[in-house]
């Protein structure tokens, strides 16, 4: 019998900034609907996560204060993270959670909140911020819809998650969103991201097994009802 597949959701009481944590639920669901066992270690502030054991993480969106103090967090870590990430496991940071994958995140007055240095990535604050429905094309998963609130602008040195069709994106600036490093997505996409994503959700669930060591695919599931929220989404909310 395979060992229940392992989520975890680093500092929900910090980084869960527009139901972030919907993504973790949604993940859950996806495998239940397919008789995964599963199992969502929700690690608390201060608290260390423990990388061995999982086989997916999440990092949440958050404000500049909280995202501070999770990096501060994370940094005594960032070795593990490091290792986890370079042995291939998945990890899904949203907005806030992607900005500390990098070197800094330079705040409005011109602090740098060090980051993790994962990625070749830095982040500065601009003005106003970026905010509205955000459509990614990625070759990931075809199209990514949500929505976006973030006043830093993000530039990097890897492969984006995809290309803005509506939307700001990373900068607002070079028509890209996200990053991708090995089994890493970064993004800035609330929403949450997942629930309007299933091929995405689907995509982390199916690293996430492989790097738990199971090899077989998923199940397909009916995605009717998610479907249709993305075409109302995508004809309502961003007029494609
Ligand atoms: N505090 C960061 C910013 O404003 C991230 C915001 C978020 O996580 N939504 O850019």
Known sequence: MAQPLHIAHLYPDLLNLYADRGNIRTLRMRCLWRGIEVTVSEVPAGSRPDFARYHLVLLGGGSDREQAIVGETLAKWKGEL??????????????????????????????????LDLLDLVTVAGSPRLIGNVAVESDLC?????????????????????????????????????????????????????????RLADLVLARARAYQGVDHPLEPLDDTLEDAARKAFLTRRVQL
């Open 82 to 115: 490091r290792a986890a990430i370079e042995a291939g496991m998945p990890l899904l940071a949203i907005c806030g959670g992607y900005q500390l994958l990098g070197s800094y995140y330079q705040l409005p007055d011109g602090t740098k909140v060090p980051g």
């Open 142 to 198: 075809g199209t990514i819809v949500g929505f976006e609130n973030h006043g830093g602008r993000t530039t990097h040195n890897h492969e984006p998650l995809g290309k803005v069709v509506r939307g700001c994106g990373n900068n607002g600036k070079d028509g890209y969103e996200g990053v991708q490093y090995k089994h890493v997505i970064g993004t800035y996409i609330h929403g949450p991201l997942l629930p309007k994503n299933p």
